[in-house]
Structure formats: C-alpha cells, structure tokens
C-alpha cells in the first residue's frame, strides 16, 4: 500500500492536482495497486486565515509518508519568501531532498518556441542540487539602509553535498542510457571557490564512471547551447541556483508551464513531486489552466515508488494527448478544460 501526501496548495495547485489524483485512481485500477492518499491544507489560504505557515505537528506528519505530490505554493496577498521558504524550501532541506530532477521532453505535438527543432532534438534531463549553494539564504547586510549598505549573499558548498549529487547525476546518466554523456554546468572563469569544488569533485567521481562522457559548460553558454543546439545535452548537473534558472529556460523549450514537471528527490528518504509552474493565481478557480505539468509530476512519482508500468502509461497517454488533441498547451486555449484534459489523459490510458 503507498501512502502519499497531497500538498494541493494554492491557486491553480488544487485543480491540477485533483486532475492528478483522477488519473491515480484510474491507473490503479488498471496496472492493479493500493494507495492511500491525505490531502494537507498548506499555503497563503492557511497563512491568511491562520497565521500558521507550517504547524510542526503537520510536518510530522507528513513525514510519516512514502512520497508527497505538491501542487503549487505562492499567493500574491503574501510577501515573497514567506511560503516558499516556510514550506517548499522546508521540504527540500529538513527532509534532504538534495536531488532536483527536471525532464526536459518536448512532446509531439506540443509547440516549442525554438526554430526548426523538434522532439528528436530536444530530451535531456537538469539534475540540480537541492539544499545548498545560494538557497542556504545565509548572509549579511552592513549599514542596511544608507548609500553605504552592502548585502553579502553566501553560496555553500560542501564536498559532501557536492559529490553526492554529482554521483545521484552520473548513476542517473548510466541508467538513463542515452548518449551516457554527463555535462556539468557550472561558472568556473569566476566563481573561484564555489565553481572550483564543482570542478574538481566532478573529475574525482568521473574516474569511477569510465563509460560515461564527461562535458562541461559554462551556465551563460549552457542558457545559449540550450535554445542553438538542445540535442548537445543529454544529462546536465548544476547547482541549486544555475539549476533554477536553466530549468525555466527548459520548461519554455519543451512546451511551457504547461508541461514541466519535476522531482524533488532524497533517494533515502521521502521524495516530493510537482509541476515546476507555480500557482498561477489568475487562472485560480477557473477550470482553464493545463494538468498535463502535475499529470507528469505523478507519473514520476509512480516511477519512483516503483510503479514503473503505470508510470510508462501515463507518459503514453500524455503523448496521445498532446499529439491528438490539444490546440496549445497554454491556458485558456487548450481547446479543452482542466478537467477534459484529465479525462483525455484517463481515456487514453488503455490504449
Ligand atoms: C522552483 C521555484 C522555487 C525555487 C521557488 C518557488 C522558491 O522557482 O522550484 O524552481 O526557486 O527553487
Ligand atoms: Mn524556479
């Protein structure tokens, strides 16, 4: 029996996830497995009716869980920072989920804004660190508020941290069997500390993976490497914040929001899968955004909990989808509404 926690969130997270759980329930059914699932209130409605970002007694909770499904955190009547630090960064670092796993797969039929590439062209995985580098939010500010403040913002990096995600990142390129080629994107002409460690613990652990190819690229050139030749890259590792920002720009070349989703993973311990999109507050409520993105967030789910069939119908089921039904995968113009796109997905699960 897996026992999984459902975080819907706010915005649009309630709705995608719900289309979400629809095709649990169905593909269940088909391959043949138990789960249970819970549904915890958490985000800016809890904050704002309450005050509370994330009662102890519900982390605990969770934490007795085999996996979390998250829908979306973010809500425009809170400060930035309060609730993605208070609840998703929390996640990702007190249960050390320090693997952020992020498909970049252009499904046929989906529309990519880069000229002449297609689905051959574009199919590479980022593997970004999750609980380190600038996102330990440590740091100082001097004089703040007068013309002589200076903000110190720290990026830690550990050996530990580093080596690990760097091997999660190799283990994952053999297993993946593509190109079996490695790139690691990094900034070494001028983060002379943070970048060097990154260097250098990635050709210690090269040694032991002989028969994977090793790259490396500067994030700047991997951002331009990634919209002129996407078909370069097969596994891409990175840190937390380079892995950030390159993962947007993957999400937009493999179709949108709409589509990306991603895994935040402690091969140890309790994983967290999400649409990478956010919580889209103006289609709130609206039956309009896309599910596709939290649909593949549950396929990787599966995948991970080792319901590896159900996951691979998902993703067949996914690609009937986009390839034969929708007009766009954007919101508003699918030609469908959030909740004919989960049945679509449900439909085309036997096929
Ligand atoms: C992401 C998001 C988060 C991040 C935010 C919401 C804190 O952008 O998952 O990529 O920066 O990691
Ligand atoms: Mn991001």
């Given at each position: 029996m897996h026992k999984i926690a459902v975080i819907p969130g706010d915005g649009t997270g309630p709705e995608v996830v719900r289309e979400g759980l629809k095709v649990l329930e169905a593909v269940s059914k088909t391959v043949g497995f138990q789960y249970q699932t819970k549904i915890f209130d958490l985000g800016g409605g809890r904050f704002l009716k309450t005050?509370?970002?994330?009662?102890a007694e519900i982390f605990e909770e969770i934490k007795k869980f085999e996996v979390i499904y998250l829908g979306a955190i973010g809500h425009p009547q809170v400060k930035p920072g309060i609730l993605e630090r208070g609840i998703l960064l929390k996640l990702r670092f007190e249960l050390d989920k320090y693997i952020n796993l992020r498909p970049v797969k252009l499904y046929p039929g989906v529309e990519t804004?880069?000229?002449?590439?297609?689905p051959q062209d574009i199919d590479f995985v980022v593997i970004r660190e999750n609980t380190e580098g600038l996102y330990v939010g440590e740091g100082e500010f001097i004089n703040?508020?007068?013309?002589d403040e200076v903000a110190i913002q720290i990026s830690r990096n550990t050996y530990k941290g580093v080596e690990r995600c760097i091997r999660y990142a190799f283990e994952y390129t053999r297993k993946r069997n593509k190109e079996k080629k490695l790139t690691l994107c990094a900034k070494t002409n001028v983060l002379n500390y943070a970048s060097d460690l990154w260097w250098r613990v990635f050709q210690d652990v090269a040694k032991e993976y002989p028969d994977v190819v090793t790259d490396y690229a500067h994030v700047d050139a991997t951002c331009m490497w990634m919209v002129?030749?996407?078909?370069?890259?097969?596994v891409i590792v990175t840190d937390n914040m380079f892995g950030d920002i390159i993962t947007d720009l993957g999400a937009i070349i493999q179709g949108g929001l709409g589509i990306a989703a991603g895994g935040n993973i402690n091969p140890q311990g309790i994983s967290m899968f999400e649409?990478?999109?956010?919580?889209?507050p103006k289609y709130?409520?609206?039956?309009?955004?896309?599910p596709l993105a939290a649909i593949c967030a549950l396929g990787m789910l599966l995948e991970h909990i080792g319901e590896e069939k159900a996951s691979r119908m998902i993703e067949k089921a996914v690609i009937e989808v986009t390839s034969k039904k929708l007009k766009s995968l954007a919101a508003g113009k699918m030609g469908y509404t959030t909740s004919e796109v989960g049945d679509l997905v449900v439909n085309y699960l036997n096929i």
């Open positions: 005050g509370e970002v994330f009662p804004p880069l000229k002449n590439k297609g703040k508020g007068t013309k002129k030749n996407p078909e370069t890259f097969d649409p990478i999109g956010g919580s889209a709130a409520g609206k039956n309009v955004i896309n």
